[in-house]
């Protein structure tokens, strides 16, 4: 029987081993996880036993097959976790990482692929949230007389108009007049599209430098 | 032969088929204004030329209804030639429709439009590398002067051939294509729009779909924006190569005092006041003459003839629906639609829609919708047909309401008439504002309650340019047609109902039966009713019936200021008028036409009593 204890153990043994290629020491791993060696050697006994580790010296972590394989799942419990609270839900990335600590243990395989799978969908708002780690600027952000790049156009069905229009990602558009409102009228291959600001804050892009 | 005539948006496409027929067709610098196709014949040598003009389109692989006429007009195979205009200011972009129309194998000529605007913003254009680039003859026009559009016709007769180019599209697409042509036995433009999914149903529209579900997830973009992106490449590569441009024109300095976040408001503001002050005292003016006129060349005479009382009835009801229709509303409604025909000829309207937008959108609709609302001070007809060029039927519902609510020059006469005579300038303000408030208010609960997706604003700006008279004088005339083909017919029938009515003594009958209701709820005579009653068949025929049923022209001796407040703002409230019920009818259907009646009729009934109530 794993405990959240053993987990934290396995996930943070596989991370130091990803991180210096090389076999973790009891001292490295409890720094890691803010706790005392000794606890971390009394967990690696119990993990042990269940045939997930070897404990070298009673120092030295060696990760079985099995260990592994159950420290990688952790671990990617934890990534999809802390990205789906963090650019999704918008919470602060510490806080995330914090809460998908407890959260890790608790959820199935199953909610975690399927969280995954909503962040990774090809359409949808999952994707634009994941693929930035800090969130990609749409055409309202920038002020008038602005050189912009398009990135990707979100707008969700009924769009096609922008595509034939030239408003597609790799092109270069010059935010020509910006309401308060945030309707704008953007240049576009000579001509002057004036868009709704529902619809300009679904064209992300970048500034040309 | 039937030729059609295609092309974007303000290419000029209606200009060379007014030229080429002669026809009167509207002639357009706002986008989308011919929604129906216009035919014309012509003659060349021996052959009967049925020329078409399409609607101003930006593909043809889109679902707006304009996108949707045109590539079932060109996909059935109706049309055996094809002349597609482009604008040599926006070649690139011009180019994207082209290369659609092209894979279609329908044999064509391009004709070059704007060769005068180009030259002077210094674009040159290899016409002659352009037509091997692009396998099809090409012909510099600049149809504003006329220049070689003479030489439109007998190229598209004798000299039109297939285009030769062909977009490489992204090698996925081109796989994709394959596989749906050797499935399924389609063309190649089959192929293409099933994979966009337009316009395809049954077992093409399921592979097409797969196949395009493994295209998006490999490139992390949807279909359309690939096969877009291609075309648009595509396109560029094509200008890059024949367009020589010489200088940057610089930005126009009126261009960015128009649409600017500080002054654009402002400007749209003072114009819009500017063009209803200017319409209500012009069209005062040309009333005045007009009805005078009347009176005394049709209607004296009529009477000095003294005909029995039933002829004498009806013929008078004939004469005076002539006078109010031509008299009346139509100094008013032309006076305004030139006004506006100028508005739209030099561009600004796009610009006051895009300024207009985000106070659209609180009632529901977006920029676009504003040019329906402007048009409804004219007269609610024409308004009411403009709001086909809406995108989504949620927006069409709303204008629908909003429309019919706006102070039409027929209201406007109502209220100058009777309230400003009588109540003094002041309360006929009012009576504006409370009717600005209500449609205002309508907006937003509409903008909550009606059904349906929203779409926001796509609208490409139209460049400035200097109104041409012509232009604007045959625009005003093709709106006031409009006028006077449904609305005057039916005002004229109307009249002779009214009269025909009054004859038999059916209004004071009906002035017995609504009397305790009229004088308990609305604080009116029972004739005033029946007169308000009566006016949905014609606005101003309210206050005309009302003069009659009174007895007098002198309304302050029989009515109380309060009372002819509260006729007033019902009137103007009340049904929409039968002319407009009827083109509601047609344009968005039965159940929101009733539904259009029904509210102002409650609205109309509430408002008043709560008049009387307050200042009665």
Redesign the interface.
């Known amino acids: 029987m794993r405990t959240s204890a053993g987990e934290d153990l396995l996930e943070a043994a596989c991370i130091l081993r990803e991180r210096k290629k090389g076999m973790p020491t009891a001292g490295e791993v409890a720094s890691l996880l803010f706790v005392s060696p000794e606890n971390v050697r009394k967990e690696a006994l119990r993990l042990e036993e269940g045939g997930y580790l070897r404990l070298i010296n009673d120092d030295i972590l060696e990760l079985s097959e099995k260990g592994i394989e159950e420290g990688m799942r952790i671990m990617k419990k934890h990534r999809v976790l802390e990205c789906f609270l963090s650019e999704i839900l918008g919470m602060k990335r510490s806080a995330a990482s914090e809460e998908a600590c407890i959260l890790e243990h608790a959820i199935s395989d199953e909610t975690t692929r399927r969280l995954e799978g909503f962040m990774t969908l ?2 949808g708002r999952g994707r634009r949230l994941q693929r930035g780690r800090k969130r990609i600027p749409a055409l309202v952000d920038f002020p008038e007389g602005t050189d912009l790049k398009v990135l ?2 979100l707008c969700p ?10 408003i ?4 270069v558009v010059r935010i ?8 704008v ?1 953007v240049r ?12 300009a804050s679904s064209i992300l892009v970048e500034r040309m430098e | 032969m039937k030729i059609g005539l295609i092309g974007n948006p303000n290419v000029g496409k209606s200009l060379i088929f007014h030229q080429l027929t002669g026809i009167g067709v509207e002639v357009s610098n706002y986008p989308g204004t011919t929604v129906n196709l216009l035919s014309g014949a012509l003659c060349y040598g021996k052959e009967r030329i049925e020329l078409v003009d399409l609607p101003g389109i930006y593909s043809l692989d889109g679902r707006s209804p304009e996108e949707e006429i045109v590539r079932n007009f060109i996909r059935n195979g109706d049309v055996e030639r094809l002349v597609a205009i482009l604008d040599a200011t926006h070649l690139e972009r011009n180019l994207y429709l082209l290369l659609q129309v092209a894979e279609y194998r329908i044999p064509l000529i391009v004709v070059l439009n704007l060769m005068d605007e180009a030259a002077k913003q210094g674009i040159e254009i290899d016409s002659e590398k352009l037509s091997s680039i692009l396998g099809v003859e090409v012909i510099p026009v600049t149809a504003i002067q006329g220049k070689n559009v003479q030489e439109i016709v007998p190229a598209v007769l004798f000299r039109s051939r297939i285009p030769g180019i062909t977009v490489p599209y992204d090698l996925h697409i081109e796989a994709a294509i394959r596989s749906l042509v050797t499935i399924h036995g389609v063309s190649r433009v089959a192929a293409l729009q099933a994979l966009q999914g337009t316009a395809v149903t049954g077992d093409l529209a399921e592979s097409a779909a797969t196949l395009a579900a493994e295209i998006e997830e490999a490139h992390r973009m949807s279909v359309p924006q690939i096969i877009a992106g291609n075309r648009h490449h595509c396109a560029g590569r094509i200008a890059d190569r024949v367009v020589a441009k010489r200088q940057q024109a610089p930005p126009g300095s009126l261009e960015s005092i128009l649409a600017s976040r500080v002054s654009g408001p402002l400007i749209l503001t003072f114009v819009l006041i500017a063009i209803l002050l200017a319409v209500f005292f012009i069209g005062s003016f040309l009333e005045e003459l007009l009805v005078g006129a009347f009176e005394s060349l049709a209607i004296q005479p009529f009477l000095s003839l003294d005909p029995p009382p039933l002829e004498k009835q009806v013929g008078l009801a004939v004469l005076l629906a002539f006078q109010a229709g031509l008299g009346i509303a139509f100094p008013f409604i032309f006076t305004f639609y030139i006004f506006i025909s100028l508005l739209e000829d030099s561009g600004y309207l796009t610009r006051a829609a895009f300024l207009a937008d985000s106070i659209m959108h609180r009632l529901g609709m977006h920029g676009q919708g504003i040019i329906p609302l402007i048009l409804g001070f004219g007269c609610n007809v024409p308004a009411i047909m403009s709001i086909r060029l809406l995108r989504t039927r949620r927006e069409r519902v709303i204008a629908s309401f909003l429309v019919s609510m706006v102070p039409c020059s027929a209201r406007t006469v109502i209220i100058a008439g009777i309230v400003a005579a009588f109540a003094g300038i002041g309360a006929a303000l009012s009576i504006y504002l409370i009717i600005f408030l209500l449609i205002i208010g309508t907006g937003l609960a509409l903008s909550r309650i009606t059904p349906g997706e929203r779409y926001g604003m796509i609208l490409e700006l139209t460049p400035l340019r200097v109104p041409r008279p012509e232009n604007v004088i045959a625009k005003s005339w093709y709106r006031i047609r409009e006028f006077l083909l449904i609305a005057m017919p039916l005002l004229v029938a109307a009249s002779i109902v009214l009269g025909l009515l009054q004859y038999a003594g059916f209004f004071d009958l009906f002035a017995k039966i609504i009397a305790p209701f009229s004088e308990t709820v609305l604080g009116l005579p029972g004739y005033a009713t029946t007169a308000l009653f009566f006016g949905i068949l014609r606005k101003e025929m309210a206050l005309e019936t009302l003069v009659i049923l009174s007895g007098t022209a002198d309304l302050g001796s029989v009515l109380t200021t309060g009372q002819i407040y509260v006729f007033a703002l019902i009137s103007v409230l009340f049904i929409p008028c039968i002319s407009t019920v009827g083109v509601l009818l047609r344009v968005a259907g039965a159940r929101v036409t009733f539904l259009v009646s029904l509210y102002t009729l409650i609205l109309g009934i509430c408002i008043g009593a709560i008049i009387n109530i307050l200042i009665i």
């Open positions: 090809p359409r990707s156009v069905g009924g769009c096609e108009r922008l595509g034939d229009l030239g597609l990602p790799g092109e020509v007049h910006i309401l308060n409102g945030k309707a009228v576009v291959k000579g001509c002057d599209i004036a868009l709704s600001p529902e619809i």
